[in-house]
């Protein structure tokens, strides 16, 4: 799985040093560095979302929030890493 935080201009302004911590630090405590890579991208054109973009494989999220984080974190990164862990 390839989770690409989008460090362009607009979304570093919206947190995106944050959401980078954020996801670092979640990978490692649920032990995903084998499944999730994790890498910066430049701007992914959803500059007007709220928050930060993320694109997890060939899926682009907008809006991600330090707020929002966790919910995104389980829904999006945990849930399908753990089913791609147990062969689903
Ligand atoms: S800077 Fe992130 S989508 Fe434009």
């Given at each position: 799985?390839?989770?690409?935080?989008?460090?362009?201009?607009?979304?570093?302004?919206?947190?995106?040093?944050?959401?980078?911590?954020?996801?670092?630090?979640?990978?490692?405590?649920h032990?995903?560095?084998d499944?999730?890579?994790?890498?910066?991208?430049?701007?992914?054109?959803?500059?007007?979302?709220?928050?930060?973009?993320?694109?997890?494989?060939?899926?682009?999220?907008?809006?991600?929030?330090?707020?929002?984080?966790?919910?995104?974190?389980?829904?999006?990164?945990?849930?399908?890493?753990?089913?791609?862990?147990?062969?689903?």
């Amino acid at each position: 799985m390839i989770v690409s935080i989008c460090v362009g201009s607009s979304c570093h302004i919206k947190g995106s040093q944050k959401i980078v911590e954020l996801m670092k630090n979640a990978v490692e405590k649920h032990h995903l560095g084998d499944i999730v890579t994790l890498c910066g991208s430049f701007c992914q054109k959803h500059c007007d979302s709220p928050g930060v973009t993320v694109q997890v494989n060939d899926t682009t999220h907008t809006g991600v929030t330090v707020e929002g984080f966790h919910d995104f974190f389980n829904n999006q990164i945990l849930k399908p890493a753990l089913a791609e862990k147990e062969g689903f």
